[in-house]
């Protein structure tokens, strides 16, 4: 990303092909899409980049066997098939999960029924990817679940990812080839022709109160779950129905999982996820209606996590789990389109394209952004009359690894590669002594905080800790006794005086506490965190 913000906002007085409203994964990758295809694109993005559900997402790659059962084919089949792409594309980043699917007497779904499934899993992803697994076999790879009533299980293979920074390497790439990408930098009215079409939008740089009219040929509406607000500004209906997902993080040696679990949940039978994920253990997650404004962060609520905790406590009974070995939670708002089911998981999880004075690509899955993309530009290049004349990049040439990476051990060069591409050798060689060096109790190197620092556009302390690294999940209270440490690498590197320094050090403390923090679930009746099977309430929280 572009260091310079200044030179950035310059350029927005040119003409442009494309302009995308939205800097999370939809919106990432049509940029990367229009880029490839040889147009000139800019991206607008009201917050921070990857700051709504692209950050908050469960982390999955996956192509939902879940959507198999109910009958959404074709959104496995994209999710199956992307994944493969993900795989080979962003090796450190996109990384295969090995999962058990435990088999107990009574479940909801039965045997025969997941080994079908699991059989057309393997077909669309064109290689085998399960096997059968005894009860031994099951406790072998996961030791503390339930053994009562255990029949075996399945054994498969789906991936895993750090989804802001998935959307952050594809905003990278895309800049790097020319594109341009504002964060805090709402979209506050479209520019329109007199006939009625729209010509272009009006921004306003949250960071340095200044306005400008970007024109372009085409603007795309890929806010996820703002998109009906623009929508409405040209007298159109709402369409999204907004469900929210909240998830439970746990230190990985109080909740230990070396593979991923799934789960039906105990009371209602909805299938649940429990995942390693950067030394966490990560337990989602919810469905339920969100009926609160879009201005304040999501929170999880007491009865999603009396919810997720019955679960844990359902299928590890021996662990002794409770809300109060919660590290951290998040929540998510996904933006589905509504067609009036009940039941909100029942609703279909495929995208949607409104050709309509404004051009709105939402719904989907953080797996399938790239089929959104390409089908949303196939729209664009009908308004503006040429054909797709880009090439899909060839197969990058085996090179030598640059010295500044042979330094580091396998596992940790496999992880700058991943998350920071072509620059991570550039990360390595401006790293000062000590930096390659992890910080203790995370995988995030010292270095990996003075890059995201100096370079990939950080306005608020949240945005660093939150989404370049992720140091307020790995570490108790949001990193707060990392804090002054990190003033040392921090406060130069963005030229912020003490004031500042507090000042968002407040603001920081502030959003955690309120949106992330495990105090959230206090709510809990003691006794209901020891139920084991409780299902939320009805209609949700």
């Known amino acids: 990303m572009s260091p310079d913000r200044t030179s950035a906002w310059a350029s927005l007085a040119e003409p442009w092909d494309v ?108 290689r085998r990817n399960h096997r059968h697994l005894d009860p031994a076999g099951l406790r072998t790879l996961a030791p503390h679940i339930r053994p009562d009533r255990l029949q075996g299980g399945f054994w498969y293979l789906d991936a895993l990812t750090d989804d802001a920074r998935l959307v952050l390497r594809i905003i990278d790439g895309a800049v790097a080839a020319g594109a341009v990408a504002l964060n805090y930098a709402p979209v506050e009215d479209l520019c329109r022709t007199r006939s009625g079409a729209v010509e272009g939008v009006v921004v306003r740089d949250l960071v340095t109160g200044r306005t400008a009219e970007v024109r372009a040929r085409v603007v795309i509406n890929a806010a996820g779950v703002w998109a009906d607000s623009f929508r409405a500004r040209l007298g159109k209906r709402p369409r999204l129905r907004l469900l929210r997902g909240s998830h439970l993080l746990f230190p990985g040696w109080r909740l230990p999982v070396a593979v991923g679990i799934n789960l039906f949940h105990p009371g209602d039978g909805r299938p649940l996820y429990v995942l390693p994920w950067e030394g966490l253990t990560l337990v989602g997650t919810t469905d339920v209606d969100h009926r609160e404004g879009l201005d304040a962060e999501p929170r999880i609520h007491p009865s999603e996590g009396e919810y997720l905790l019955t679960a844990v406590r359902h299928l590890f009974p021996s662990l002794d789990i409770t809300a109060e070995d919660v590290q951290a939670t998040f929540s998510g708002v996904r933006p589905v389109v509504g067609t009036g089911k009940k039941d909100p998981s029942q609703e279909p999880r495929d995208y949607a394209i409104w050709d309509e004075e404004l051009l709105t690509v939402t719904g989907g899955k953080l797996t399938t952004f790239g089929v959104m993309a390409r089908a949303v530009m196939a729209r664009a290049r009908r308004r503006l009359g040429r054909r797709d004349t880009g090439r899909a990049a060839p197969a990058a040439a085996q090179r030598p690894l640059p010295a500044e990476l042979e330094q580091l051990d396998d596992a940790r060069r496999l992880r700058l590669v991943g998350r920071y591409g072509a620059q991570a050798a550039v990360l390595v060689r401006s790293a000062r002594p000590g930096e390659l060096e992890a910080i203790p109790g995370t995988n995030t190197l010292w270095a990996e905080v003075r890059w995201a620092a100096e370079r990939e556009n950080v306005v608020h302390l949240d945005d660093l800790l939150l989404r370049r690294v992720r140091l307020g999940f790995q570490l108790p209270q949001g990193a707060a006794a990392l804090l002054e440490q990190l003033r040392g690498i921090v406060q130069p590197a963005l030229g912020w005086d003490d004031a500042r320094w507090q000042a968002e050090v407040e603001r920081y403390r502030q959003r955690w506490s309120l949106a992330y923090s495990p105090a959230l679930l206090a709510g809990i009746p003691d006794s209901a965190q020891k139920s084991q099977a409780r299902a939320t309430p009805a209609g949700g929280p």
């Open 19 to 126: 302009v995308i409203i939205g800097g999370g994964i939809t919106g990432a990758g049509i940029l990367q899409e229009a880029v490839r295809q040889g147009l000139r694109a800019a991206l607008l993005e009201q917050g921070d980049f990857a700051s709504g559900t692209s950050s908050r997402s469960g982390k999955l790659v996956h192509g939902g066997l879940r959507y198999l059962k109910q009958g959404q084919v074709r959104v496995t089949w994209h999710s199956v098939r992307e994944r493969e792409r993900l795989l080979r594309q962003m090796p450190g980043l996109v990384n295969s999960l090995a999962l058990v699917l435990p088999c107990y007497r009574g479940d909801p779904v039965g045997r025969h029924l997941l080994d079908v499934g699991m059989i057309l899993y393997d077909a669309m992803a064109m």
